[in-house]
């Protein structure tokens, strides 16, 4: 009895482990091996030649360390205070909880299309603007012109849909925080900046891990909204390998493209376990 007790938990995973296999693991690997094979499947470097050698690639690699760079802090900085909002279990906490929830389920293109018909030239934000005697004409702020105008689009637009994630936890995170933890803070009189960086942020570091992982690996596949707000005029390393698999038909330099982003993934989330190490992790 206790022998089949034992392997209990490695038997509930093995459905898990062969969804993984079939769904991620092998496609993963033949992304890879088609990145180093060239187009007589011979192993060559070519694909990794011809898209470092692409001329939009340094432009794809760039725009998206701006938008990781950018978006985290500014979803952080939010997602923590929607999560320190519903925690403090004020009134109607849970109807703030579906509020903010709501951009959980839209999709990425949708999310892309609403925002692009607030900054359209005949958009929302132009009407209101014009309502309110600020201009006098539409202002175009999507347009290859106002590079800058098109990154705070697109940031503003990625913030929107995917900063409940992260809040959702950050929440899991701040319920789990002991109410004595607070309580003892509060009693030698800790102001609210300091229980947030001294109570708060140190105890919710695994799921601080779990967010910033989750989320640079999502930024770093920031697609549909990049192309519904921007079209060609903005490029991205996922957008990059649709060009390369779809309008040029070469599966192999997008595999690269598909390979370095996993390789970048790979990288920030070794980064972000050492950077925010969890308690245990602290103690070794």
Do not use: C
Not at 156 to 172: D, F, K, N, Q
Not at 229 to 242: D, K, P
């Amino acid at each position: 009895m206790k022998r089949r007790m034992s392997w209990t938990p490695y038997i509930l995973l093995v459905p898990s482990l062969v969804y993984l296999a079939v769904f991620f693991a092998v496609p993963m690997f033949q992304a890879f091996g088609l990145a180093f094979q060239n187009r007589d499947n011979q192993w060559s470097l070519d694909s990794w030649r011809t898209m470092i050698n692409d001329a939009a690639f340094s432009d794809a690699l760039l725009t998206t360390l701006i938008l990781i760079v950018v978006i985290i802090p500014v979803q952080f900085v939010l997602a923590m205070g929607m999560a320190l909002v519903i925690n403090a279990r004020l009134r109607f906490s849970g109807l703030w909880l579906y509020i903010y929830a709501v951009p959980l389920g839209i999709s990425d293109l949708a999310a892309g299309i609403i925002w692009y018909a607030v900054f359209t030239q005949q958009g929302w934000l132009n009407s209101v603007l014009e309502g309110l005697g600020f201009i006098d004409r539409p202002f175009i702020f999507l347009s290859y012109e106002n590079q800058g105008w098109l990154i705070f689009a697109i940031v503003l637009a990625e913030a929107w849909r995917a900063t409940s994630i992260i809040m959702v936890i950050l929440v899991a995170g701040l319920q789990g925080i002991p109410r004595d933890y607070l309580e003892a803070a509060d009693v030698f009189g800790a102001t609210f900046w300091q229980k947030v960086t001294r109570v708060i942020l140190p105890l919710i570091r695994p799921s601080l891990q779990v967010a910033l992982i989750l989320r640079t690996i999502l930024a770093f596949q920031a697609f549909a909204v990049v192309i519904a707000l921007a079209g060609q005029t903005i490029t991205v390393l996922s957008a990059e390998g649709y060009r390369w698999y779809q309008d040029y038909r070469d599966p192999h330099v997008a595999a690269a493209y598909a390979s370095l982003i996993l390789i970048l993934s790979i990288l920030s989330t070794l980064l972000f376990l050492w950077l925010v190490p969890v308690r245990e992790e602290q103690t070794l």
